[in-house]
């Protein structure tokens, strides 16, 4: 089954209500690629951006390395990664050169396991047929007390078994009262992840990290910069709760360095971040020789198949962004989310909400 044709479409989707992560969201932006083949089959996969911003860009450096595997043969899937890196690595080590890459292997992948009539997951390893899912779209740093409880409380209620909070944009002290009001919210068995976006340096997070354990966090994510390695492992080894970090790293070769120093307790591989499928596998197979679990991030059509095909997958996060674009999307229920049984990722792009998305 060989490549024919790829075609590339960048989408804006605007977000309900704006709220504060690493940034202000506003919008997102989806970039689907879709492949086709000469046996009348294809399968999309996708990268993006946020705001609006880059978009141009991202879509020139996915359509430069799309282009590179027509005429492919899709079974070749080590051969394909090689042929997509040769352009990607111009493009750049990590950032839009690997982003592209990413959404390439994903439609690859995806359309291998529809070629096969088999759940992506299936295809991958096949380790179990539903994952554990935390919800990450909420709590988010600009939400006053009040909210954080409501809106932690209602999380409870829909049956999630876990919540993520994220901290550092307030004082130490105020960071403190927003953890103990939301774990007063959601009772003592409900756990609590606490995602610091980057911002702290390593003494703050030792110092903070001891207070936060006092009321039961599950996992402290990202404290400081990821590429501090020496920092990560200084905060881990202080540390009972687990440190998680790897959202933003790209390549085995970087996950490998950080799982030699001891820089993460748990390995958050991002599909979009690793290089695609291929990619992150190959981190979770490197991840087990550690004997570290592994939770995904972002891309929940795509991350529920991964997890779900791992011995070592521990947890998917839940982040709806751009639900809009699927005609059915992944929907979590009772804390867990099924793995779709259909060929493929099972999640359909719906044709009429991205022509409204378009650019
Ligand atoms: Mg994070």
């Not at 790293?249 to 291929?278: C, H, P, W, Y």
Request: proline content about 5%; aromatic content about 10%.
């Amino acid at each position: 089954m060989k490549i024919t044709r790829v075609e590339t479409t960048a989408l804006s989707v605007p977000v309900e209500r704006s709220f504060v992560g690493s940034v202000k969201f506003n919008a997102f932006n989806p970039i689907v690629v879709d492949v086709f083949t000469d046996e009348g089959l294809s399968a999309h996969g996708l990268t993006m951006v946020f705001n609006g911003m880059n978009v141009k860009p991202l879509k020139a450096c996915l359509d430069a390395v799309a282009e590179t595997i027509i005429g492919a043969d899709v079974f070749r899937w080590a051969e394909n990664w090689e042929t997509l890196w040769k352009t990607a690595r111009r493009i750049g080590h990590n950032g839009f050169g690997v982003q592209s890459m990413a959404a390439v292997d994903m439609a690859l992948w995806n359309l291998r396991a529809k070629a096969l009539e088999m759940p992506l997951s299936r295809l991958l390893g096949g380790f179990r047929d539903e994952v554990p899912v935390y919800a990450s779209n909420y709590l988010w740093r600009d939400r006053t007390i009040d909210e954080l409880q409501k809106e932690a409380a209602g999380l409870v209620a829909e049956g999630f078994p876990a919540v993520k909070m994220r901290m550092g944009w307030k004082s130490h002290k105020e960071d403190i009262a927003r953890l103990a009001a939301i774990r007063e919210a959601v009772g003592p068995d409900i756990d609590i992840m606490v995602d610091v976006l980057w911002v702290w340096t390593t003494y703050e997070s030792i110092v903070m990290g001891r207070e936060m354990e006092k009321y039961g966090v599950y996992w402290l994510e990202d404290p400081i910069p990821s590429h501090d390695l020496a920092g990560l492992s200084e905060i881990a080894r202080s540390l009972d709760m687990p440190v998680v970090s790897g959202e933003d790293i790209s390549l085995k070769r970087n996950f490998r360095e950080m799982f030699e120093r001891k820089a993460t307790d748990i390995a958050m591989i991002d599909v979009q971040a690793v290089g695609g499928v291929t990619e992150w596998m190959r981190v979770a197979a490197m991840a087990d020789a550690f004997n570290l679990p592994v939770v995904s991030h972002l891309f929940d059509e795509f991350s529920i198949h991964l997890v779900a095909a791992i011995p070592n997958g521990l947890w998917t996060e839940h982040m709806p962004w751009w639900d809009a674009i699927y005609q059915e999307p992944p929907q979590p229920e009772k804390g867990v989310m099924k793995v779709p049984q259909k060929p493929g990722i099972g999640y359909e792009l719906d044709r009429d909400a991205m022509a409204r998305f378009k650019m």
